[in-house]
């Protein structure tokens, strides 16, 4: 149980546009999606987190215009990188709590390469 | 404000050795612990998790974390390691009460050789 898929799992665009990332929950209804980015050999830094029905609350440092997310459903969060630079290439994984934040599960992310 | 420190980037052992990757916390309340592995261009897997229960956990694939509050430590052990436990360890500490947040350590490369 607890399952959420991430897509598309890698993806690489041209430079100025930009890209949307889904993540759904399968089999239980996610009111909270936490997405982290993840540099190589380095570790998950929280960007935003996103609560079904509300605007996401972003971390400090995070451009909220260049990093969009929406939750309109208890079943699907998305992430748009927009208008897209190489520096935004990196691993973005998305995170829901369940059973009171007991356990998180995890998409499996999206490798994105911005040329 | 939690967080915790993962001791060693990057450990190697040989196969069927003792794996030991360490984790310690920073926590004003009793937290809950998890250790996730990663592998490479993949998302997260729960080796296991402490959540105020019993301080031994033992999670899949034959690895376990004892919780010692005295030392604030959730160190990872595996008493015999296996090709396939190369990866990235993390370890990661939530506070209770909070909005759920998960603080990740650095992380941790386990390299097993022959």
């Known amino acids: 149980g607890a399952v959420v898929s991430q897509h598309p799992s890698w993806v690489i665009c041209k430079s100025g546009t930009s890209v949307k990332i889904e993540c759904r929950s399968l089999d239980f209804q996610a009111t909270t999606m936490f997405w982290y980015r993840q540099f190589p050999k380095q570790s998950l830094m929280l960007m935003a987190t996103s609560n079904e029905g509300s605007k996401a609350t972003y971390e400090q440092g995070v451009e909220k215009d260049k990093f969009l997310i929406n939750h309109a459903s208890l079943t699907l969060s998305t992430l748009t990188v927009t208008s897209a630079h190489p520096e935004d290439s990196s691993f973005y994984i998305c995170?829901?709590?369940?059973?009171?934040?007991?356990?998180?599960?995890f998409g499996s992310g999206t490798r994105l390469t911005v040329v | 404000a939690q967080s915790v420190t993962q001791l060693g980037s990057h450990v190697s052992v040989s196969e069927g050795a003792l794996v030991l990757l360490r984790c310690n916390y920073s926590?004003?309340?009793?937290?809950?612990l998890f250790w996730y592995v990663q592998y490479p261009n993949k998302g997260l897997q729960l080796l296991l998790k402490?959540?105020?229960?019993?301080?031994l956990v033992k999670g899949i694939n034959g690895f376990e974390a004892e919780f010692k509050k005295s030392e604030t430590s959730f160190h990872l052990t595996k008493p015999s390691a296996h090709m396939s436990d190369a990866a990235e360890y993390f370890c990661?500490?939530?506070?209770?009460?909070?909005?759920?947040?998960?603080?990740f350590g650095t992380g941790t490369r386990l390299q097993v050789t022959l």
């Open positions: 995170s829901a709590p369940w059973k009171a934040g007991v356990g998180y599960t």
């Open positions: 990661a500490v939530r506070t209770p009460g909070t909005a759920s947040k998960l603080t």
């Open positions: 402490y959540t105020s229960a019993a301080t």
């Open positions: 926590s004003s309340v009793p937290p809950y």
